[in-house]
Nanobody, 118 residues
């Protein structure tokens, strides 16, 4: 019922920046939290960042604090992840998700590859 489409991934050098976008369409929740996760080869999916419906609450995993910023534009049903000072360990497929609240996600995007070279 909800489609999420990520964009903005790519190949960058260590220390560089990328901005990921995820546009939601279809039957979105009236009030929904959105989040970003990532998964590297051979590893479990890892939480990266989340944002509440109004954007007044944000959450980050420790490894990205101070480097990544999550934001959203409800008018466009889009969530962003600004990634600065990228490190090789940030290399992963990044997925966006949406749900009724932070910590409960119902729909997921297809993922976008982020590769950071050393």
């Amino acid at each position: 019922q909800v489609q999420l489409v990520e964009s903005g991934g790519g190949l960058v050098q260590a220390g560089g920046s990328l901005r990921l976008s995820c546009a939601a369409s279809g039957r979105t929740f009236s009030t929904s939290a959105m989040a970003w996760f990532r998964q590297a080869p051979g590893k479990d999916r890892e939480f990266v960042a989340a944002i509440t419906w109004l954007g007044t609450g944000t959450y980050y995993t420790d490894s990205v604090k101070g480097r990544f910023t999550i934001s959203r534009d409800n008018a466009e049903n889009t969530v962003y992840l600004q990634m600065n000072t990228l490190k090789p360990e940030d290399t992963a497929v990044y997925y966006c998700a949406i749900g009724p609240r932070v910590g409960k996600y119902t729909y997921w995007g297809q993922g976008t590859q982020v590769t950071v070279s050393s």
